[in-house]
Antibody, heavy 121, light 111 residues
Framework: QVQLVESGGGLVKPGGSLRLSCAAS????????MSWVRQAPGKGLEWLSY????????SYADSVKGRFSISRDNAKNSLYLQMNNLRAEDTAIYYC??????????????WGQGTLVSVSS | EIVLTQSPLFLPVTPGEPATISCTSS???????????LDWYLQKPGKPPQVLIY???NRASGVPDRFRGSGSGTDFTLKISRVEAEDVGVYYC?????????FGQGTRVEF
């Protein structure tokens, strides 16, 4: 079955860095765009970034542009989010989600369980 | 950036009764291929979101047919024909026509 498992969250001080990972299984990872979405405590969903099949196309939300970097390793079926210069407002659960395939949009059709990032001194 | 506005933000429901959530976009979500790039997601308590409806009116795999998405352009609706206990949670619309993709504020559905 399809699985997305995030890891790498934790407590970090303002200005610090974290690298999140998302391990994918149960589908052809390299055929799909992948996205990161976050949810601050008690708040709604915020789309952060996506990356295309090969990594050649990347897009970011303005709130993280220049601080966060998305990448993928198709050989390892893994998605990453490098987060630098973290701020208190980055505190959230971070979800990875399986995204579009060539010529096909099914929504963000599968989500991981999320990993919690807390930014505090 | 496209802004999505949902209403209501809180929806008390009765089991077996219908329920309707609206999502209004600041720009048309209709693409030249005829599809409206508007999806609906449900986040059940303590769980990650799950897609219910994609491209305005297509039910995702395994989604019961009591869920129906409709609309076009800037005005969209999610209807539940008969609410069941498992339908409680927060419903979000999301547009994927442009980046950044954006979500509505969410509508909390509770008994």
């Amino acid at each position: 079955q399809v699985q997305l498992v995030e890891s790498g969250g934790g407590l970090v001080k303002p200005g610090g860095s974290l690298r999140l990972s998302c391990a994918a299984s149960g589908f052809t990872f390299s055929d799909h765009y992948m996205s990161w979405v976050r949810q601050a405590p008690g708040k709604g969903l915020e789309w952060l970034s996506y990356i295309s099949y090969s990594g050649s196309i990347i897009s970011y939300a303005d709130s993280v542009k220049g601080r966060f970097s998305i990448s993928r390793d198709n050989a390892k079926n893994s998605l990453y989010l490098q987060m630098n210069n973290l701020r208190a407002e980055d505190t959230a659960i971070y979800y990875c989600a399986a995204d579009r395939r060539e010529g096909e949009w099914l929504g963000l059709w599968h989500w991981g369980q999320g990993t919690l990032v807390s930014v505090s001194s | 950036e496209i802004v999505l506005t949902q209403s209501p933000l809180f929806l008390p429901v009765t089991p077996g009764e219908p329920a309707t959530i609206s999502c209004t976009s600041s720009q048309s979500l209709l693409y030249s291929n005829g599809h409206n790039y508007l999806d609906w997601y449900l986040q059940k308590p303590g769980k990650p979101p799950q897609v219910l409806i994609y491209l305005n009116s297509n039910r995702a795999s395994g989604v019961p047919d009591r869920f129906r998405g409709s609309g076009s352009g800037t005005d969209f609706t999610l209807k539940i024909s008969r609410v069941e206990a498992e339908d409680v949670g927060v419903y979000y619309c999301m547009q994927s026509l442009q980046t950044p993709r954006t979500f509505g504020q969410g509508t909390r559905v509770e008994f």
